[in-house]
């Protein structure tokens, strides 16, 4: 995986809905206002579901146990 800087969320986004990237981290406000159009939410990096997104589950639970 290679870190590609941004100057924003917007370019960022544009880029990985055009499939220039395979993935972006973001903040839930950002990405769950554009998940579930072209943008599939696979997981939250906190250690307990977000309210927002609650049927997306935590890394520690869909892939690696204790992060």
Request: glycine residues 10%.
């Amino acid at each position: 995986m290679n870190h590609v800087p941004y100057k924003g969320g917007g370019p960022a986004i544009i880029d990985t809905v055009a499939g220039q990237t395979g993935l972006y981290f973001s903040l839930v406000a950002s990405a769950a206002a554009r998940e579930g159009r072209k943008l599939r939410a696979i997981a939250v990096t906190s250690s307990r579901r977000d309210a927002a997104v609650a049927d997306v589950p935590t890394v520690a639970e869909s892939a690696l146990p204790g992060l």
